[in-house]
């Protein structure tokens, strides 16, 4: 039985599909008074995947989560694997001025409390996200999917990070590939000049496929775009696995003239062209 949640149901479509799994219908409505209603139709099983992103709208996306596992618990649902392609508020999880809440564990304890068995995501912003939780939770890769698009769709492109926190995605698109990758870095040339580039690289008349993991406002992102173009890239293609792209952060990316932007569907989006949904599905396959 596989429920979507309001972020994830054409994702939840896809994982049901794969693993040829019933979708369970999921009523969700506001009351007048902005309160939330859920009610999960069809045949309650003992087991459950749930798949919700819990991007924008986070609190919205994270309550409709919370009703939807509490529900399943008290319609007595013994295993219940929560699927959260995109962990929002998983970039507190840490205290780092004194006062803090420390979100990501907040958000983990009240999953487990409300009935969750594991959880899975999907390139978490930190690995040590997974050690909040008590029950299993593990952390996927969505990486080489990105990278199997990018050898089907360019020919002997260079990978770049738009920092060095990055490289590892670059060189892992570069390992699968057999192409190129490199990081852009910023050089001091007097106390008043930086000059970013790539480190390595001569990126002069070559393809070059940006990556990251997430694209929030799209800074980073435009940034690298501007400084491939100068450096006389001859197309210059965004990729991410997190498509958060805050307000008109696509728009600036084109503007800062990328040819295109491609990302996963942990989270919707206009650029959500690859799925995730083989993923997630062959490791619920695995068990
Ligand atoms: C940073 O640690 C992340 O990997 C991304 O580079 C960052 O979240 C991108 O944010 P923005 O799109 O706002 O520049």
Same mark, same amino acid.
């Given at each position: 039985? *596989?429920?979507?949640?309001?972020?994830?149901?054409k994702?939840?479509?896809?994982?049901?599909?794969?693993?040829?799994?019933?979708?369970?219908?999921? @009523?969700?409505? !506001?009351?007048?008074?902005?309160?939330?209603?859920?009610?999960?139709?069809?045949?309650?099983?003992?087991?459950?995947? +749930?798949?919700?992103?819990? =991007?924008?709208?986070?609190?919205?996306?994270l309550?409709?989560?919370?009703?939807?596992?509490?529900?399943?618990?008290?319609?007595?649902?013994e295993?219940?694997?929560? #699927?959260?392609?995109?962990?929002?508020?998983?970039?507190?999880?840490?205290?780092?001025?004194?006062?803090?809440?420390?979100?990501?564990?907040?958000?983990?304890?009240?999953?487990?409390?409300?009935?969750?068995?594991?959880?899975?995501?999907?390139?978490?912003?930190?690995?040590?996200?997974?050690?909040?939780?008590?029950? $299993?939770?593990?952390?996927?890769?969505?990486?080489?999917? *990105?990278?199997?698009?990018?050898?089907? !769709?360019?020919?002997?492109? +260079?990978i +770049?990070?738009?920092?060095?926190?990055?490289?590892?995605?670059?060189?892992? *698109? =570069?390992?699968?590939?057999?192409?190129?990758?490199?990081?852009?870095?910023?050089?001091?040339?007097?106390? @008043?000049?930086?000059?970013? !580039?790539?480190?390595?690289?001569?990126?002069?008349?070559? @393809?070059?496929v940006?990556?990251?993991?997430?694209?929030?406002?799209?800074?980073?992102?435009?940034?690298?775009?501007?400084? &491939?173009?100068?450096?006389?890239?001859?197309?210059?293609?965004?990729?991410?696995?997190? $498509?958060v &792209?805050?307000?008109?952060?696509?728009?600036? #990316?084109?503007?800062?003239?990328?040819?295109?932007?491609?990302?996963?569907?942990?989270?919707?989006?206009?650029?959500?062209?690859?799925? +995730?949904?083989?993923?997630?599905?062959?490791?619920?396959? !695995? =068990?």
């Open positions: 039985m *596989i429920i979507g949640g309001s972020a994830s149901q994702l939840a479509a896809l994982i049901a599909k794969e693993l040829d799994e019933t979708l369970c219908p999921l @009523e969700t409505r !506001k009351f007048p008074d902005g309160e939330r209603y859920i009610r999960i139709g069809g045949n309650i099983d003992s087991n459950a995947v +749930v798949i919700q992103s819990t =991007g924008y709208p986070q609190d919205q996306n309550l409709e989560l919370f009703l939807i596992l509490k529900t399943l618990k008290s319609l007595e649902v295993d219940i694997k929560v #699927i959260i392609p995109y962990f929002g508020y998983g970039r507190q999880e840490k205290r780092f001025k004194s006062g803090e809440a420390i979100s990501a564990q907040v958000i983990a304890e009240l999953l487990e409390a409300s009935g969750a068995s594991e959880i899975l995501s999907i390139n978490l912003h930190e690995d040590g996200l997974c050690d909040l939780f008590n029950i $299993p939770s593990y952390n996927l890769n969505a990486i080489p999917l *990105i990278a199997e698009y990018i050898g089907e !769709k360019f020919n002997d492109p +260079v +770049v990070a738009p920092d060095k926190g990055a490289l590892g995605f670059a060189r892992k *698109i =570069g390992e699968i590939l057999g192409c190129d990758c490199d990081h852009l870095e910023k050089t001091r040339l007097s106390p @008043e000049n930086v000059e970013t !580039k790539p480190k390595n690289m001569d990126i002069e008349g070559r @393809e070059a940006i990556i990251d993991d997430i694209i929030s406002t799209g800074g980073t992102i435009v940034n690298a775009s501007r400084i &491939l173009s100068k450096h006389g890239s001859s197309k210059v293609v965004v990729s991410c696995v997190h $498509p &792209l805050v307000e008109d952060a696509l728009l600036k #990316i084109f503007a800062s003239g990328a040819d295109d932007v491609i990302a996963t569907d942990t989270l919707k989006s206009d650029v959500s062209t690859i799925s +995730v949904a083989p993923l997630i599905a062959d490791f619920i396959k !695995k =068990g």
